[in-house]
C-alpha cells in the first residue's frame, strides 16, 4: 500500500496521504442547519485522511433536502462549522467545504412552503423524502427563469466567502448525484431553451459561472468539483453520459483546479460505462476517484496513474482510524445504515478505533 501513502499535492495543500473522506450527508446539524458540537468531534475523528471534504451544505437559505442538513448562509453557521475546522486543523487535518444547492430534491415541508427549483419543471420519480410529517413524494419543481440564475451565482459565491471566514482549507462544489449544478447539466433533467439548455455548452453554463465566482473567492488552488455523469440517483440520466464527462474533462482544464472528484458508476446500476478513462485521458489536473473501492483496488489504480487519489464514504463513515487501518491490514468496522441519519452518536461518532 505504499502508494495511498505517498503525500500528494492538492493545489495549495499537500496531502500527507491519498486516502481522502468523501462527503457523507449524516444530518447531525440542529433545526436551524448550525453544525453541532457532535459534528467537530466526528469530523476531528477522521482528520488522518489525506483531506475530508465535508457534506453537503447549503449554499444558501430556502434549499433543504435533508432535513437536518448543515448551511454555511448565517452567522450561527459560521461559528459552528468553524468549531469543526479548529477541531479538525488542532489534530493535523486538511478539510473542504462541499457547497450544495438541492434543486428538485427540495421540499416545500423542508422551505417554509416554498416551491423547489430546477432548471425544468420535472419531478424525482420512484423516491421519497424524509420530511418532518414522514416520507412524502417529491414534487414538481418550478422552472427557474434566466434572471434568476446570477442569484444562484451570488448565493455561491456567498457560501464561498462563509467558508473561508469558517476556517476551511477550500471548497467543493457540488456537480453531482442529481442536484441543481447537475439537474442543469444532464439532459434528462434540463429541457430548457435558450442559454442555459440545449447543447451541453449551455447545460454547462450555470456550473461554469459558479465555478469562476468561487474562484474569485478562493483562488483556483483551493477549489474541486464534484461529478457524476452515470448516478441515476435523483431520477437522473443522460442521453451521452461519457460524451458529457469527456467533453467537461477537457473544459474544465481552463480552471486549473486543486482537484476533479469523479464518481465512477452509477448507485443503482442502471446506467454503465467507463467514465474514468477518458476523463482521466482529457483531464490534466489532479482527480480523485469515488465509488465502491477497496484499499488494494484503490492502491493499484493509482499506481496505474488512473486517479491521484481516492475518496472513500461508508468507510471512513465506520472507521475513524481508516487510514491506519489500512497500513495495518486491520479489518474494518461494518458501517450500520439504520444510523445513517439519525440524530446523535449512536453510529456516527461511537464507532471504536483500532487501539479501543
Same mark, same amino acid.
Given at each position: 500500500m505504499?502508494?495511498? %501513502?505517498? /503525500?500528494? @499535492? &492538492? +493545489?495549495?495543500? @499537500?496531502a500527507p496521504n491519498r486516502i481522502f473522506m468523501a462527503p457523507l450527508t449524516r444530518c447531525r446539524a440542529d433545526a436551524e442547519h448550525v453544525p453541532t458540537a457532535l459534528m467537530s468531534e466526528y469530523y476531528a475523528q477522521r482528520a488522518s485522511a489525506g483531506l475530508i471534504i465535508a457534506e453537503a451544505t447549503m449554499a444558501m437559505p430556502g434549499n433543504s433536502s435533508f432535513w437536518m442538513e448543515p448551511g454555511i448562509h448565517s452567522a450561527a453557521q459560521v461559528a459552528g462549522w468553524r468549531r469543526t475546522t479548529a477541531a479538525v486543523h488542532a489534530a493535523g487535518g486538511r478539510i473542504f467545504l462541499q457547497i450544495w444547492h438541492g434543486g428538485r430534491a427540495c421540499h416545500p415541508l423542508l422551505n417554509n412552503g416554498a416551491q423547489p427549483v430546477a432548471p425544468s419543471a420535472i419531478p424525482?420519480?420512484?423516491?421519497? #423524502?424524509? @420530511?418532518p410529517e414522514g416520507k412524502k413524494p417529491? #414534487? @414538481? /419543481? !418550478?422552472?427557474? $427563469?434566466?434572471?434568476e440564475l446570477p442569484g444562484i451565482v451570488a448565493g455561491f459565491a456567498k457560501a464561498a466567502e462563509n467558508a473561508r471566514a469558517? +476556517? %476551511?482549507?477550500? &471548497?467543493? #462544489?457540488?456537480g453531482a448525484n442529481g442536484y441543481l449544478l447537475d439537474e442543469f447539466l444532464r439532459d434528462g433533467a434540463n429541457k430548457r431553451t435558450g442559454p442555459y439548455g440545449g447543447p451541453v455548452e449551455n447545460r454547462a453554463r450555470l456550473l461554469f459561472e459558479v465555478i469562476a465566482a468561487v474562484i474569485g473567492v478562493w483562488g483556483s488552488e483551493r #477549489? +474541486?468539483? $464534484?461529478?457524476? /455523469?452515470?448516478?441515476?440517483y435523483n431520477s437522473m440520466i443522460d442521453s451521452d453520459p461519457i460524451g458529457l464527462a469527456t467533453?467537461?474533462? !477537457?473544459r474544465l482544464n481552463d480552471f486549473q483546479l486543486a482537484y476533479l472528484h469523479l464518481m465512477r458508476g452509477d448507485f443503482f446500476q442502471q446506467q454503465s460505462g467507463d467514465v474514468l478513462t477518458p476523463v482521466r485521458a482529457n483531464y490534466k489536473g489532479t482527480l480523485i476517484g469515488n465509488m465502491g473501492y477497496t484499499a488494494m483496488e484503490a492502491d493499484q489504480t493509482i499506481a496505474e496513474g488512473k486517479v491521484d487519489a481516492v475518496a472513500f464514504g461508508t468507510s471512513f463513515l465506520a472507521n475513524p482510524d481508516l487510514p491506519a487501518r489500512i497500513k495495518a491490514g486491520a479489518p474494518l468496522n461494518r458501517p450500520n445504515a439504520a444510523t445513517f441519519y439519525t440524530p446523535g452518536p449512536e453510529g456516527y461518532t461511537d464507532y471504536p478505533t483500532m487501539e479501543s
Open positions: 505504499n502508494t495511498l %501513502f505517498s /503525500p500528494l @499535492t &492538492v +493545489g495549495a495543500l @499537500t424525482i420519480t420512484g423516491d421519497e #423524502v424524509h @420530511t417529491y #414534487v @414538481t /419543481p !418550478r422552472e427557474l $427563469r434566466d434572471d469558517a +476556517g %476551511f482549507d477550500g &471548497v467543493e #462544489v457540488h #477549489v +474541486g468539483l $464534484r461529478l457524476s /455523469p452515470l448516478n441515476s467533453w467537461l474533462a !477537457r
